[in-house]
């Protein structure tokens, strides 16, 4: 039988960030793995993720739940350092 450790590993997701695509779209932690390797392999994925990431740091902020703020936006640097691809681009000039 597959583990949840299993799917993380297979995600090329890190656990908070499959804990927060879990958390920001409602669906159990298995199905972010899977759903959250889905989105890497797609153009727009990786953008999609911050996104999530970014929703649910704000969640947390509204909740004044600073800690989990602080740890979400610890997760979102460093999945932004593993994907620059999710980095929001500056426009033209």
Known sequence: MISLDDMVAFSDLKA?????????ERMSASMAAAFGRALLQADDGPG??????IGVMRTAVRRR???????????????????????YRRAAA
Do not use: C
């Open 48 to 53: 999609r993720i911050r996104d999530m990431l």
């Open 65 to 87: 739940d600073v800690p989990q703020a602080r740890h979400l936006v610890a997760t979102l640097r460093g999945f932004l350092h593993e994907h620059p691809e999710a980095r």
């Open 16 to 24: 908070v960030e499959v804990q927060a695509i879990a958390e920001h």
